[in-house]
């Protein structure tokens, strides 16, 4: 057999890493571990329950958590985050309880967005992380209007905007990166090009040279970020995140990467990714590169490993548990939040 | 008080929100020193310059996407787009986030979003100069709309818009931006929505107009006064939300309907007026209701006019319903 | 689509074969279509304050770049103009007269009075119906290249638009899928450095317009617009490009409107009269009539007589169009759908049976 490419390995030494991410890398670097399994495991155990029928509709982020821990490890709690179809996990390492998280998978009466969206379509406000709908592209605008009401009141924190590969051909990723230049607005804009928008490559997404030269268009700096390491993905999005904060405008961040799952529990990949495309994600695979320098550098054993993985176990079963074990949202809901209640003028 | 026109108490209200709450920000095309193309927002960015009088690049959807991140995170933009024509590019901004921002987060993340725009024909507008189409705002849940045919109205329904927690489709209709002037009361005048207006008493037949609409009714209400009918005329000002009660307590005392609106008929506002009748006031009724509205045709150039309901028209159908029974 | 071609192309009102380059004689024929235009400009903002049309736009200084641009396309060639291309009207052959029949929204109005004026159509000339939204007609060019690159037909398309609508969702889209299908497109942005009020450089943080095609993967080219070879030559270079099948340019040619936005707006409020002094300078017009007296090609006595004709052709071009009788009422049901639906046929009966657009008639 030819064989399936080799595991691409994280190119750093232990100071080149410490100079990436600070004196404290160590501990950086094991939480960030620890948030990619709990990934990983909730994925896993989300695809099956909704292949059984427990959960409508899951769209993972396999092969996107170095980006969406990076993101989330790399902000500060007074930044804000605009997700796309992918970055929920972003909301977990803010702070967003894993319990919450479940409620909403199982649009349960815990739900904080009441069971009105599909699962992947969280609400966690307290962290900052704001509701998604479904509409590619549309949140890329609110991340730019958020970011000029920050400092129109003089607040600190920017905002980071993910969307996919796909997005960038919508009327918002225009409008919002032209807004956002015009006003110098404090937000990153993070494109997670994992190659794919459902079964549209990127390379029939757009003839640019890459997506993060469409920067260019809008004056605005941008830079291809290889997306499956995380030591990469936490320096550029802290340095964008500086940069925006202190009044040097936005940047385009364009995270290269590979979508390692179908495109939602919806799709079947079979029908349009070539045959080798599996192999390629898996010599890219995030967590396994993390883990293979962890282990070269005597960082992560083998049973601090299986600690690790029996843990994030543990928590998603309760997780999912607490969740199966809620009543659906009440019916009475079905009516409320359409209006603020008590608003003017209601006569019925 | 102060006599206005209803251009000139649409800038009032503005300034009044602005001076009132640094938080209030305006956006949108033209805005700044070019005191917007209608001069709505007229001497603003001198007040308050470029940081609150925002003149944005070419682009609704920038316009109202990026006014709901910024209500998102406490300002309240109020967000102007130029002619209703030029909404279409925000649609899918207003539809499918402003208007759901608070369901689909369980009510965490309200978006008040107040945007106005003039709308409707009579300027010689032609088709994207002219339309009317509240109708499809009003069928969108999670949003209010509101239509002003009065100085008072337009600024005292927009500080309450201001006011508001919801986001607010707030339709100028911009034939009688300069047409009529009124009294307007000064400082924080409020309107509360949903709470129509009795623009004329009468006791044979209910007329209801709203915004540019509503000067040509009343004509025709004076017109079928001449021969005995006593219409009354009845604008809902909030479309959303609406009340109902007005509506029926008028046809419950006259018997008889005609809603006028310019915007074409089909599926127009006025089918909804006309459906609450027949749902909650069939046994009032002694004619059918009528409608008096634009064609189910786009908006034409040079026939406006005959586009257009006028007195004559409206006042024709209110005999033929007073007549029928 | 029916693919007949127009036979009164802009190479030939020009008198220029098809094909060939922009010399001498070309250039004369040019600096007529351009002096025409001008004269149409401000007559046309006359009759506007005098009431007798209701809106007008002018391309004061645009002509070169109008008119560079229209005489490098072919009769088959397709225009998707905005609502100030009136001198590519005239240089495609469009008669002076149908404009003014448009302006004036008369019963020979070829877009039936529907619309404002300036918003023409002329589907003879390949020259699209124009819509007031900022930036739509950018993407219907690029599918009418796909319709094109389809058949397998040697013709570009040609969106016009605005610095302004470089904002629009159009824009993005337009270009994006253009790139994408190598499409036969040549996107011609006049940058009048003003979108309204708006001013070129809030409009967008990129240094200029053209390297925006950057992100779609092709190229962009700046040129002078108020130089009408250096226009012609571009395009004709754009389009060799575009037939070859090595897909679209984006052409951005750097002019300054002279005039207000429309007869709607006050540029006193929003830009200084030495930025407009500056520019004034730099008339199209004069430039090109200079380049023709050192050329030997015009003398003063000539260049009256090309004023004087485009003041004749206007003028009974204006006389006609107000002699024709307005639109018939009853056209307002028309072409709503390809036939009268019942529903609007009662409508029309109500209509009639209220006596509207009848002499007293509501
Ligand atoms: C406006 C809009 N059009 C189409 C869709 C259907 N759709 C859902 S996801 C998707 C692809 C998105 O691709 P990309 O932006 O690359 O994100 P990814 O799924 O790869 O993370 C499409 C077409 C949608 N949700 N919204
Ligand atoms: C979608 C849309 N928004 C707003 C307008 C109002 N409007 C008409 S022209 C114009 C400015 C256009 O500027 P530009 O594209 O530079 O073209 P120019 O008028 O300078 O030729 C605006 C904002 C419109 N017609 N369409
Ligand atoms: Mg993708
Ligand atoms: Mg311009």
Known sequence: MNGAPALVPLPYSPDQVAARLGSDWQPTLRSAHRWMILARTLDARMQALQRQGRVGFYGAATGQEAVNVAAGLASRPEDWVYPGLREQLVALVRGHPLVTYAHHLFADNLDPGRGRNMPCHPTAQEVRYVSMSSVIGTQIDHAVGTAFALRHRHEPGAVLAFFGDGATSSNDFHAALNFGAVWGAPVVFCCTNNQWAISVPVTHQTAAPSLAAKAAEYGLPGRQVDGTDFVAVFAEVRAALEQARSGGGPTLLEFVLYRMTAHSSSDDPTRYQPKDWAARAVAHDPVARLEEWLGRNRLLDADQRAAVAAECESAVRDAVEAAEATIPPVPASLTEDVYASGSTGWTD | ?325 | ?362
């Open chain 2, 1 to 325: 008080m102060t006599e206005l026109t209803l251009v000139q108490a649409v800038n009032r209200g503005l300034a009044e929100a602005m001076r009132a709450d640094p938080n209030v920000v305006l956006l949108g095309e033209d805005i700044g020193l070019n005191g917007g193309v209608f001069r709505a927002t007229e001497g603003l960015y001198k007040e308050f310059g470029e940081q609150r009088v925002i003149d944005t690049p070419l682009s609704e959807t920038g316009i109202v996407g990026t006014a709901i991140g910024m209500a998102l995170n406490g300002l309240t933009p109020i967000a102007e787009i130029q002619f209703m024509d030029f909404i279409y590019p925000a649609f899918d901004q207003i539809v499918s986030e402003l208007a759901k921002f608070r369901y689909r987060s369980g009510g965490q993340f309200p978006c008040h979003v107040v945007i106005r725009t003039p709308y409707g024909g009579g300027i010689k507008g032609g088709l994207y100069h002219s339309q009317s189409t509240e109708a499809y705002f009003c069928h969108t849940a999670g949003l209010k709309v509101v239509v002003p045919s009065t100085p008072a109205d337009a600024k005292g329904l927009l500080l309450t818009a201001v006011h508001d927690e919801d986001p607010v489709v707030f339709l100028e209709p911009k034939r009688i931006y300069r047409a009529v002037t009124g009294e307007v009361p000064d400082g924080d005048h409020r309107v509360p929505f949903g709470k129509a207006r009795l623009v004329r008493e009468g006791t044979d037949v209910s007329l209801f107009a709203y915004g540019a609409m509503v000067p040509p009714t009343v004509e025709a209400a004076e017109a079928l006064a001449k021969d005995g009918i006593q219409a009354e005329v009845v604008d809902p000002r909030t479309l959303v939300p609406l009340d109902e009660a007005a509506i029926l307590a008028s046809v419950e005392k006259t018997g008889r309907a005609v809603v006028v609106h310019e915007a074409a008929r089909f599926c127009g506002f006025g089918a909804e007026i006309a459906a609450l009748l027949a749902e909650k006031a069939f046994y009032s009724l002694k004619s059918p209701i009528a409608r008096v509205t634009g064609y189910d045709t786009p908006f034409p150039y040079a026939l406006e006019n005959l586009y257009l309901p006028n007195a004559d028209t409206i006042a024709h159908a209110a005999r033929a319903a007073v007549q029928a029974a």
């Open chain 3, 1 to 362: 689509m029916d693919a007949a071609s127009p036979d009164a192309s802009a190479s030939a009102r020009a008198g220029i074969p098809a094909g060939a380059g922009l010399g001498p004689d070309r250039i004369l024929a040019a600096y007529r279509l351009m002096v025409l235009s001008r004269t149409t400009d401000e007559r046309c903002l006359a009759l506007q304050r005098q009431g007798r049309i209701g809106f007008y736009a002018p391309l004061l200084g645009q002509e070169a770049a109008q008119v560079g641009c229209a005489l490098a396309l072919t009769a088959e060639d397709w225009v998707f103009p905005a609502y100030r291309e009136l001198a590519v009207a005239l240089a495609r052959g469009v008669p002076l007269k149908s404009i003014i029949d448009q302006l004036i929204g008369n019963s020979a109005d070829l877009t039936k009075g529907r619309q404002m004026p300036n918003h023409f159509g002329f589907r003879e000339f390949r020259f699209v119906t124009a819509s007031s939204p900022i930036g739509t007609q950018i993407t219907q060019a690029v599918g009418a290249a796909m319709a094109a690159q389809r058949r397998r037909e040697a013709v570009v398309t040609v969106p016009f638009f605005g610095d302004g609508a470089t904002s629009s969702n159009d824009f993005h889209a337009g270009l994006n899928f253009a790139g994408v299908f190598r499409t036969p497109t040549i996107f011609f942005c006049q940058n009048n450095q003003w979108a309204i009020s708006l001013p070129r450089d809030k409009q967008t943080r990129s240094k200029t317009l053209a390297e925006k095609a950057e992100a779609y993967g092709f190229p962009g080219v700046v040129v002078d617009g108020t130089d009408l070879n250096a226009v012609y030559r571009a395009v004709v270079q754009a389009r060799a490009r575009a037939v070859q099948g090595d897909g679209p340019t984006l052409i951005e040619a750097q002019v300054y409107r002279l005039g207000p936005h429309s007869t709607s707006d006050d540029p006193k409020r929003y830009r200084t009269d030495a930025e407009v002094a500056e520019w004034k300078a730099r008339d199209p017009l004069a430039r090109l009539r200079a380049d023709l007296a050192v050329a030997g090609q015009l003398d003063d006595a000539a260049d009256q007589k090309v004023w004087e004709e485009a003041r004749a052709e206007v003028a009974a071009a204006i006389e006609a169009g107000e002699r024709s009788p307005p639109m018939p009422p009853e056209s307002i049901f028309e072409d709503v759908f390809a036939t009268l639906t019942p529903r609007l046929e009662a409508e029309r009966e109500e209509f009639r049976a209220l006596g509207r657009g009848t002499e007293g008639g509501p």
